[in-house]
């Protein structure tokens, strides 16, 4: 049974930072694309970031230039570095792989306010 465990969210002041971590249990080779998505209250799960199993990574215009999706193979992880945060980037952040079949974390909160 694969499971993803997101991790790293809190409350942070504007402009601050936070790095989100998800945990694969399971080889993360078996997935070829990753993805971090957004929910805030009341509006549509958004796609924030993605990386392939080849390293090619694409950014919501929102977050181009603040926010970094990376992996590290061996300790299954993958990883949403968000930088110069906003009060706009308040939402449960979700992790996602996909490979023949897809799956979702259960999310961590990230609130930004002063």
């Known amino acids: 049974q694969v499971q993803l465990v997101e991790s790293g969210g809190g409350l942070v002041q504007p402009g601050g930072s936070l790095r989100l971590s998800c945990a694969v249990s399971?080889?993360?080779?078996?997935?070829?694309?990753w993805g971090w998505y957004r929910q805030a209250p009341g509006k549509r799960r958004e796609l924030v970031a993605a990386?392939?199993?080849?390293?090619?990574?694409n950014y919501a215009d929102s977050v181009k230039g603040r926010f970094t999706i990376s992996r590290d193979n061996a300790k299954n992880t993958v990883y949403l570095q968000m930088n110069s945060l906003k009060p706009e980037d308040t939402a449960v952040y979700y992790c996602?792989?996909?490979?023949?079949?897809?799956?979702w974390g259960q999310g961590t909160q990230v609130t930004v306010s002063s």
């Open positions: 996602r792989g996909v490979g023949e079949v897809g799956y």
């Open positions: 399971g080889s993360i080779f078996s997935f070829n694309l």
């Open positions: 990386i392939t199993s080849g390293g090619s990574t």
